[in-house]
């Protein structure tokens, strides 16, 4: 075990993370993977130049896909038959650690390899596979992800564009019926796609049998648009402007048969349609979760960028003096509020990286077909949906948090937080809204808590006596809490009596369950209402239901956050990583007190106690804030700013010699005398 | 009275706001003005281009300043001898106003005018006036405000550079120390300024005298650096491009005697010091406090800005429909949760232009010197420290809501709230951070609650027993709550019994009112302790001082909300803007229910009430949105989004009437016949 330096009197006496360690910890599952990543965006090819004018940006992005081939880095998903690495959890891994390098180039890849290439081998079958997977692995076929448009985003099951069979040409014609069914947003289709996966309703014999993906060339080898395809540039953006979005649509595009990529559904020469999926609703979700490696990526990628947000604020807030407190200048951190704006965010990130590495572990588990049940797929798009609007929300507020704890240094672009800030803004409404997410999860939380009266009577009358009911759906779908958050031995070690790991997770799980309770009450008349009615008593309580995802998304990072401690074997660690822990906890707690006070679970003189236990904590960890960041491991090409880089301490270093050799010298002016009264 | 037209039954029973009448109410004192600014702004050569690279925005930016000058638009604050037009109020209403052309061009602006020849004009005399006014005003003389060093932000009384007094010379020579002390952060600095005024120590006959402000000509006419002037640009950052800002450092750089700016501190020729202050403290603060226009400013501006972003989400939100509800899909803003996410803000961005209003009308007496005395001084610069971080802030969360109501639409730069997002991000930490203002207000708040114990034991008796004791600080300084907040006759219009208007004034001044008195007797034992356990003891409740200094500016910004509604003719308009105040006034108290639980000023049943009535709020003002964002008034010319053009209900129409012409035909696909069971 490595102890870190101690650099006082006062630090000597207390715990220190072994930061190595906890290094481990945060990478994770495919720590081996991210380190490869890291190692490799070292290179400054692969950084983003601040403030370069748009059309160089996108074409610096597109040369740097092309180097992650060349550092294959590009296909570790792929079967191995394809070149790939068949790792299904390690290649989201690499891909997140591309955003520190420069957010566009991640999203650029994700649109090449994780919508675009994921299009063809998840909905695609072995011709598909083998005629495009490589091509499109090694950057010679760049696409585009043609499935939102202009009319829908969030609600793809209505997009307008057509994909009819023509039985005796036996080719598919792609059709675009007005301007709202555009195919819009898509990265890659305003100048670098040759070829697009394009969603489409698939109409034969004059039935539509719902939405389906397509391949469909679009560009000819010198970028021009192929006969019927149409677009136009979507334009200068509020970041990610290395990434070439654009708009399609398509009148009597024909494609072959084959070209429907057929795996959930499939069209014979004769026009006859067939799918393994007989429900036409359970085939679209299960064609659209298919794709969820999106939203899992966002997750990680979100959190890293976090990170690096919390590594530059901690260490020049570090550093960096201001005011006099009678014993020369205060360090920014030392302030009661400095510490309250980043402590707290700084446990959310951490939280976040543990919660992370389950979802990707469960993505694994699917993807790599070790655990491909209908279950395991539902439960990791529902795990996906919670936590993706959390860490991309949390994104936004801890980059600008760091960003304003920089003060003007933070608005230089030079110091990253700013072009970062902008990067991530889409992150909250892209691959999935996050208002639409988490009402995603929201129905399925009631839909779980509903089952429980749905069973034998038996079993319900069992389920309430034994006062579990509420936890029913709980354990039924996103997290078996019997098997993971076991061990509450960490509780002896929370800083204060008044609120240890098991009263917290008390009140984080009965927050939700309560909330879920209600909600489905609230609901209950509605199965008898008109739908109209029915949909108008939903969505009175839509605020409501989405407030409980979010709870929920929030316990399931604290019981990650929990787990990941009990992993670690140094006492030390653990201990300060409890602190940091207790820190998220209560400062869940404190966001809803409100909710906690009028729910009678806790009492006014206990809420009033969190408060001072989050700036005691607060306090605690502020001599623990640079070793915290520094286990995230970023080293100075992945930090860049000049901020961060120890240049603030040295000018405060030239400032003070110069003040003390102009008093050693007597020509130091004195000061003004007081006015005489 | 202009009547609205009713678009449906249900809206003709139901009172419809008067939007002349209420635009003339929310553009205020100054609104000719204003409406000015805004039919200049007409002209597309002050429009932002989105996507602009930084050299040619700057120079367009540049050139955007001369066309005010040929509008007459540049020197409405000087006096009338200098061609000015001795409008205070009026100046900086109009300046606000540019933020919906190009927040650069309000911001270059602003260091031009605001700044630059603000310094001039208020921290100079005559003969500085005679000299420099016109070019100022005129262009001819481009100017930076060089306060603000690396080393040195909001300790404006540490920063470093020195001008010492050469008695044989009879010049003053300028001296940057140390890297720390270079001018940072300075608008015009980058390239077009050719003269600066900067603030230096001032140092004569060896004794240092403080922070004064000097005129020094920095560039030649071919933009060389002078002698002994050195700098740097800032290169690209998180927004404001336009505005080139830099570095600027002296070695040895020699001006006359007569370019201090003197009115507050001035030098003799044999070296001697005078001060019509004689306490050091008060002058500075008094030198600084004749630059608070800015944050004056930038009040209106965040606060306009925000009016932008709420009518562009608003109409959008009006016309994007999304998700079939049973009876055609459904538009945005009937989501109950699109409803919370607008409404509110929409009700925040309606208080706060109410409290600006005020916040002019302080200003104006202040600048025009009807009623410049040092108190009105005091109240004037609290109260600016206590709405700009508010307004500064809100700027942020409110475009950010906007921009993600939008979608992906918002996040294309033609869309301008990721613009707006971008360049009004560092609003909240330039001319004055705002966490270091609402520490100002704080201590102003502490020093006015003390007072009250400072008295003859008569008078504190007196106060104590009457009740009024911890109103106290609030007469004496920020606003005279008898003359301003008398009528409470609105109370009969709240739509709900639960919290009338008298009750959400009373839990919100009580709040602030209870946390000061709580901060006070944390702090209490401080005097007594040495200077460092003092400051660690008010560290501790910094956090809390903040809080309550926020609370107490929102307080302000409700009663202004409150006295306006007053103010309106019109029944009808002032029953739905009651409604908007108690949706304001409910939100500030739902965010902080927890405190009012734990202080006993609210039951849980009362509290729990709280959020429902806020959603039946939403859902009642929903169908005036539109009428309320209409009242901002912005023409097509100030909105240029085309999300907010009708575009979008052009497209649901075109979309619509496809499917309806493909149901005619007879040629409609049928759907999918359900599987057999």
Redesign the interface.
Known sequence: MTVTATETAIDALEARIDIPAVTDALLGTWAGVRREAREMIKDPAFWRI??Q??AEHRQRALEQTHLLVQHGASARANPVEYGGGDNQGGNLAGFEELVVADPSLQIKSGVQWGLFGSAILQLGTKPHHDEWLRDAAEMRLPGAFAM?E??????VQ?I?TTATYDPDAQEFVIDT?????WK??LGNAGQHATAATVFA?L?TN?????VHCFFVPIRDESGEFLPGVGGED??????L?GVDNGRLHFDGVRVPRANLLNRYGDVAADGTYSSPI???GRRFFTMLGALVQGRVSLDGAATWGSALAMTIAVTYGNQRR??????G?TYLL????HQ?RLMPRLATVYAQAFAHDELLQKFDAVFSGAADTDDNRQDLETLAAALKPLSTWNA?DIV?EA??AC????????NR???L??DL??Y???EG???VLLQLVGKRLLADYAKQFSGPPADVAKAVAGQTAGRIYHAAGLRRLGQAFTDLGSTARSVELGLRAEQQHDLLAGRVEQMIADVAAALRPASKLP??E??ALF?????DL?AAARAHGELLQWEAFTDAIERIDDADTRTVLTWLRDLFGLGLI?EH??WH??A?RLS?QR??AVSSYI?RLC?RLRNHAQDLVDAFAYEPEHVRAPIASGAERE??E??AR?YADLAASGRA?????K??K
């Open positions: 601040e403030g004018p748009i939102t202009t009319g829908h985003g969030s609600d209505s307008a019926p007005f301007r709202g069914a819009d947003y309703q109409i004059g039935v539509n049998y719902g979507d334009g200068p953006k509020g970041g402007n007989a429900s036409p201001q005011f006099d407190n009678g014993s200048e030392d302030y009661g509020r309250r936004l600008q960003r304003e003060g003007g240094a933070g608005f230089l672009a030079e937080l700013t072009g800030r902008s803004d889409v909250v409404t892209f809204d996050n208002n739908p109209a029915g949909a969505n009175q309580h839509q605020n989405l404190e007190l409100e006070l009028i009678g006014t809420a009033a700036d306090a000018r405060q030239e400032a110069h002016p004195k000061k003004e005398p006015p005489k």
